[in-house]
Structures are given as structure tokens and as C-alpha cells.
């Protein structure tokens, strides 16, 4: 069975900071990744996503995630956190072929002017 | 077309009664997908479409829960004798098959059982 563990449920940063949200994965097979955004009472918009490409991706709003193999992880970053990256952020995964995602419980990013 | 249109944004009903939610997809996309969504936690999967055939559908799709796709268009998601336990954001999103896993979702219908 495929699950997602965001450590962390709420994540406090000051403007200007590093944002750093973790999400671990456990699976038989490489999983595709995802993360989204979700502010509130909104739906979810996507950030970026890993499909079995490059390990390094790019997303939205200057975030970018790492797969690493061997940690099973996909840790969400932006160098310098705005006002506006304030929501919840969900890592999802996708088991090749399963048509559908697997969310974590969410991390809550809080930034402090 | 502008995305994924899921109508009503908030639905206020009584326990016992029946609600109905409706999804619209990009008009592109072959797949269609229900998510609930409960207060402080992640999404969770609970059927999904491919054309007008249902192809899975999560255990947590008790016999209350009713979902269909017609026409392989839009889809409706259908509870009936409501509980409290339903309350709940129910999310839609959809996706083409063979693009690379891009799933868009909707603004969701936000249900609150009283």
C-alpha cells in the first residue's frame, strides 16, 4: 500500500526565510509526486509535480521539490517566503497506474512579517 | 473553458435529507474524480470515472453515497439521508488520459450537516 507522512502539521516562517515542508513516501514502486496548495474554502491548485523525469522539479510561485530515492522523500522548498504562501500544502502520490492520489494529512505554512 | 465547476460552493442541509453535487470537468478531460475532504486533514479519494463508466469506488463510498457520469460529461455525487458525519468539503477533479498525470480540481462544495 502506497501512504504519504508530511512532518509537521503547522510550519511557522518569517518573510524572507527559507520554506522547507517535508513529505515522505512509502511504496513497492516508483511513485509519481505531487504537491498542492490549497487556500481557504478554495480547491486544490497544483505547485509542481514528479513523473519519473528529472529529480529536481520547478513549479509555481517559486517552489521546487527534490525526489530523493533513497530518503523516499519529495521535500517541498522556496528560498525566500512571501506573505502570500500562507495555506495548506498537501504531497500527494500517485502509484503508477492506480489512477488516483493518496494525500497527506497537510502541512499549515504560517508567515511571519 | 475556465476549469473544473463544482455547483453549489456551500450546501446547508438538515440530517435526514437528501443533497446532490454536481461536477463539471474540463470539457478535454476523459476522467472525473470525487475527493471528500474533512476538517484538517488531506483529501480522500472516493470514486472515479473514466467516460461514463465508474471504474473504483473507495470503501469509504457507504450505500448512502451514489455518484454517476451520464453522458461522460458532467457527474453528480448524491447523499442520501444525510448524517452529521457527512459534513465535509467534497472536491471534484479531473484529467486526460495519457497527459502525463495532470490532475486539475475544483473549488469544491463545502456540505454542513445540522
Known amino acids: 500500500a502506497q501512504s504519504v507522512t508530511q512532518l509537521g502539521s503547522h510550519v511557522s516562517v518569517s518573510e524572507g526565510a527559507l520554506v522547507l515542508l517535508r513529505c515522505n513516501y512509502s511504496?513497492?514502486?516508483?511513485?509519481?509526486l505531487f504537491w498542492y496548495v490549497q487556500y481557504p474554502n478554495q480547491g486544490l491548485q497544483l505547485l509542481l509535480k514528479?513523473?519519473?523525469?528529472?529529480?529536481l522539479v520547478k513549479g509555481i510561485n517559486g517552489f521546487e521539490a527534490e525526489f530523493k530515492k533513497s530518503e523516499t522523500s519529495f521535500h517541498l522548498t522556496k528560498p525566500s517566503a512571501h506573505m502570500s504562501d500562507a495555506a495548506e500544502y498537501f504531497c500527494?502520490?500517485?502509484?503508477?497506474?492506480?489512477?488516483?492520489?493518496?494525500f497527506g494529512q497537510g502541512t499549515r505554512l504560517t508567515i511571519n512579517p | 473553458d475556465t476549469g473544473v465547476s463544482q455547483d453549489p460552493r456551500h450546501k446547508i442541509t438538515k440530517r435526514g435529507q437528501n443533497v446532490t453535487f454536481r461536477c463539471d470537468p474540463i470539457?478535454?478531460?476523459?476522467?472525473l474524480y470525487w475527493y471528500r475532504q474533512t476538517l484538517g486533514q488531506g483529501p480522500e479519494f472516493l470514486t472515479y470515472?473514466?467516460?461514463?463508466?465508474?471504474?473504483?469506488k473507495s470503501r469509504l463510498l457507504s450505500d448512502r453515497f451514489s455518484a454517476e457520469r451520464p453522458k461522460g460529461s458532467f457527474s453528480t455525487l448524491e447523499i442520501q439521508r444525510t448524517e452529521q458525519g457527512d459534513s465535509a468539503m467534497y472536491l471534484c477533479?479531473?484529467?486526460?488520459?495519457?497527459?502525463?498525470?495532470?490532475?486539475?480540481f475544483g473549488s469544491g462544495t463545502r456540505l454542513t450537516v445540522v
Open positions: 511504496s513497492s514502486v516508483p511513485p509519481y
Open positions: 500527494a502520490v500517485d502509484l503508477q497506474g492506480a489512477q488516483k492520489l493518496v
Open positions: 477533479a479531473s484529467s486526460a488520459a495519457g497527459q502525463n498525470y495532470g490532475y486539475t
Open positions: 514528479y513523473t519519473s523525469a528529472a529529480t
Open positions: 470515472f473514466q467516460n461514463e463508466a465508474q471504474l473504483e
Open positions: 470539457s478535454e478531460h476523459n476522467r
